[in-house]
């Protein structure tokens, strides 16, 4: 298993005491509901839990590429900041009757 890097080691306690069910299940509440959790567990038995994203497969080559990441990243930035500009109109070449061969 790989080693995880600790990014903040303050907890707040959230509950004073909770007993996993016979599946070993325990109840978080609404609030951590629909969401995903990396379940760590120390050497001394305390279990953390790290929120994480699922990314679908065919997406997660941007995120092995950094060039094309740095890209899409400074796309959505100049987009953010309103620096975008209308691009020509191709409608021009369009062929609406396309068939199959």
Known sequence: MPTLIQRNTEFE???DS????TKG???LGRDYSGK???????????ILLT???????????LY???QALAA???????ANAGEVTVGEDFSQYAD???EDE
Do not use: C
């Not at 909770?18 to 069910?21: G, L, N, R, S, V």
């Not at 760590?40 to 305390?46: H, L, P, Q, T, V």
């Not at 929120?51 to 080559?61: G, H, R, T």
């Open 51 to 61: 929120p994480v994203v699922s990314i679908p497969e065919q997406d997660m080559w």
């Open 36 to 46: 995903n959790y990396r379940v760590s567990k120390s050497a001394s038995g305390e």
């Open 72 to 78: 899409f990243q400074q796309g959505l930035g100049e």
């Open 13 to 15: 306690q959230i509950k």
């Open 96 to 98: 609406d009757n396309i």
């Open 18 to 21: 909770i007993k996993a069910d």
């Open 25 to 27: 299940r325990v109840v």
């Open 64 to 66: 092995k590429n950094p």
